[in-house]
């Protein structure tokens, strides 16, 4: 089992930036792909970027340009750089962590809201 858990979420008017932190533990021996969902009430998970064990990153078209995905291996940590947020972003947003045997986990979820 793996164990995620975010911190960072909050508050923000929009133009601002927030930095979401993810941090993974239990068996992480064998994560491959660590990344960050959002979800709206009322409407399905989407993916906003995720980073590979090799820093191989994939980002949402909303996301490119605003949105930045690190990842820490050493420290299995896994951060997203948001800046010029807007009020579409508001969402809450959960950590995402797969191995290489295909088992998702997920974190409990942290609320980002921007303000107009």
């Known amino acids: 089992q793996v164990q995620l858990v975010e911190s960072g979420g909050g508050l923000v008017q929009a133009g601002g930036s927030l930095r979401l932190s993810c941090a993974a533990s239990?068996?992480?021996?064998?994560?491959?792909?660590m990344g960050w969902y959002r979800q709206v009430l009322g409407k399905q998970r989407e993916l906003v970027a995720s980073?590979?064990?090799?820093?191989?990153?994939n980002y949402a078209d909303s996301a490119k340009g605003r949105f930045t995905i690190s990842r820490d291996n050493p420290k299995n940590t896994v951060a997203l750089e948001m800046n010029s947020l807007k009020p579409e972003d508001t969402a809450v947003y959960y950590c995402?962590?797969?191995?290489?045997?295909?088992?998702?986990?997920w974190g409990q979820g942290t609320q980002v809201t921007v303000s107009s």
């Open positions: 980073i590979t064990s090799t820093s191989t990153t």
């Open positions: 995402n962590a797969a191995n290489y045997f295909g088992a998702e986990y």
């Open positions: 239990g068996s992480i021996s064998r994560l491959n792909r």
